[in-house]
């Protein structure tokens, strides 16, 4: 079975750092769009940023010049690297797979998340 788990989640200040990593087992890694979701207490999950298998990437307006992806396939991990960071941004962050491009629009596997807090 195919699984995706999340690390790296934890609670900082405003402007601190992060870095979330997703380890994906029994899943040909290199063929998979990954990327990353979260969901914040009473609203909808949403987009975050996506990297496809050939490394193009994509980022939520809402995280552009602060968030960076990244993978390694040697690892089957993709990384999150999560700068300046806002008390909006706290929220339940997840790790997501999927074959087709936009990933945004097509999940196929998802994580079970790690929670990021953001005081202010």
């Known amino acids: 079975q195919v699984r995706l788990v999340e690390s790296g989640g934890g609670l900082v200040q405003a402007g601190g750092s992060l870095r979330l990593s997703c380890a994906a087992s029994?899943?040909?890694?290199?063929?998979?769009?990954m990327g990353w979701f979260r969901q914040a207490p009473g609203k909808e999950r949403e987009f975050v940023s996506a990297?496809?298998?050939?490394?193009?990437?994509y980022y939520a307006d809402s995280v552009k010049g602060r968030f960076t992806i990244s993978r390694d396939n040697a690892k089957n991990t993709v990384y999150l690297q999560m700068n300046n960071l806002k008390p909006e941004d706290t929220a339940v962050y997840y790790c997501?797979?999927?074959?087709?491009?936009?990933?945004?629009?097509?999940?196929?596997?998802w994580g079970q998340g790690t929670q990021v807090t953001v005081s202010s």
């Open positions: 997501a797979a999927g074959l087709m491009w936009p990933m945004k629009n097509n999940v196929d596997y």
């Open positions: 029994r899943l040909t890694f290199s063929n998979y769009n």
């Open positions: 990297l496809s298998w050939k490394d193009n990437s």
